[in-house]
């Protein structure tokens, strides 16, 4: 009788260590960690905490780049936090790019909603892989790849992504590369690039030295 007891009490421990939480809705104001930010007090959470509203404005263009990100992730959609997704808009203006660049922290995908959109990553054997994508193509990005984003048609293009993290990372590498502050002869020695052109680009980017 003992032995069955104890495994009933065994169990009865195991299932009480096993519950979880529904779900832990960011609390922005305390400090951010690896699992992400801490959680709001449940009793503070309210269903706008799960209702982000901002991906219905197309983002301004006017930049450099021709193109803009709208994220929503978890510094601005509380509610993503813990759940290991987030989502973003993409706008590109005639001409526009998102520059080569890589999320360290999530996989991508993405749809087209309108216009034509040429993308492609760079995976670590350095082969490549891109196409051009029309309204309602999908194309995903595996996880620490570089990729890029191009409007390969004549107007405006419009896509959403989403992310297998609620904090994916973006790194840019021409603002890794150009807009830092080591000296120009480090970048063109590292990169086998000629200084001038490491200064232009520093000059163009923001980049000093
Ligand atoms: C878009 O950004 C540009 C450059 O920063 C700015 O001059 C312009 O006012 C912005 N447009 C809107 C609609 O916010």
Do not use: W
């Amino acid at each position: 009788m003992v032995i069955p007891l104890f495994f009933v009490f065994t169990f009865l421990v195991a299932s009480s260590q096993a519950s979880v939480q529904d779900f832990c809705v960011a609390d922005l104001k305390l400090p951010y960690g690896p699992a992400g930010y801490s959680c709001k007090k449940p009793s503070s959470v309210t269903e706008n905490d799960f209702v982000f509203s901002g991906l219905g404005v197309p983002g301004n263009t006017s930049n450099i780049i021709s193109a803009a990100v709208t994220p929503a992730f978890d510094a601005q959609f509380p509610g993503l936090n813990g759940l290991g997704l987030s989502l973003a808009r993409l706008d590109l203006a005639t001409g526009g790019v998102i520059p080569m660049h890589t999320h360290p922290g999530a996989s991508e995908a993405l749809i087209v909603i309108q216009g034509i959109i040429c993308a492609g990553f760079i995976a670590s054997d350095n082969t490549v892989y891109f196409k051009t994508l029309n309204k309602g193509d999908a194309m995903v990005f595996p996880q620490g790849l570089l990729h890029f984003q191009i409007n390969s048609g004549k107007g405006s293009a419009l896509a959403f992504v989403s992310f297998s993290s609620p904090n994916p990372g973006l790194q840019i590498l021409d603002f890794a590369l150009f807009k830092n502050d080591f000296p120009t002869e480090l970048v063109s020695k590292t990169t086998f690039l000629d200084p001038a052109v490491v200064k232009k680009l520093k000059g163009v980017l923001g980049g000093t030295n």
